[in-house]
């Protein structure tokens, strides 16, 4: 009589036959695997020296940039434009696209101004504006130039694009930030659309750090 096979035996079998399988497949085809293997080892190293260098730039640009704030804050305060300027042009020269050098960009913008320089600051924050768009320094440079068109007489021009933020379709800036240049805009030619604005901070943004100043422009229009 036959011995009788077990179904561990039987797994057993099956699993010595698929081993037997695969070590025949690796040993058929072990330069294409070999070469697999190094290239995702190239692309791993790759990444990391990618990583580390962007890593080493970023901190490189940002203690240049710390370097350039004593001078920039003398300028903004009436001090010596052209040192702050000098300072901050050398951390875009270095670093080009990097976030500390549009931040950069974003400060020449403002000593443009002191400077009276209005078509140097409206590109230079046009630019930082389109390469960023949304992201936090996006916003500031785009809020940067709808200040400077108000003040500039073109209100007009920039309104529909605080109403398409405020009704959502454009992200460029947060809404209770248009909300309340809407309110600026407005505050002297409409006191009833202005407070209409300012009544939406205080409704619908609770946690807004323009809702106290919100609330204290609504008592002061009435």
């Known amino acids: 009589m036959g011995r ?14 698929t081993a037997d399988t695969v070590v025949s497949w690796v040993v058929d085809n072990w330069r294409p695997i070999a070469f697999g293997l190094a290239a995702f080892c190239a692309v791993i190293m790759l990444w990391w020296v990618g990583s580390r260098w962007t890593s080493s730039r970023a901190e490189s640009a940002s203690y240049l940039l710390h370097q350039a704030a004593p001078a920039l804050d003398e300028a903004l305060a009436g001090g010596d434009v052209t040192a702050a300027e000098e300072k901050l042009g050398e951390v875009i020269d270095r670093y080009g696209r990097t976030e500390q050098a549009d931040i950069a960009r974003i400060y020449l913008a403002r000593l ?8 140097r600051a409206r590109s230079l924050l046009q630019e930082v504006s389109d390469r960023r768009g949304s ?26 694009r605080l109403e398409a933020v405020v009704a959502g379709e454009d992200p460029s800036l947060p809404r209770d930030v248009a909300l309340w240049e809407l309110a600026q805009l407005y505050a002297s030619d409409d006191a009833d659309r ?12 609770p946690e807004s750090p323009y809702r106290a100043r919100a609330s204290q422009r609504l008592s002061e229009l009435g």
């Open 194 to 205: 202005a407070r209409g604005y300012l009544q939406r901070i205080v409704d619908e943004f």
């Open 135 to 160: 992201d936090a320094i996006g916003s500031v440079a785009t809020l940067d130039l709808v200040q400077l068109a108000i003040s500039t007489g073109q209100g007009a021009e920039v309104a529909p």
């Open 4 to 17: 009788r096979i077990t179904r561990k035996q039987l797994k057993q079998d099956e699993f010595i036959s």
């Open 112 to 119: 443009a101004l002191v400077r009276d320089d209005r078509d």
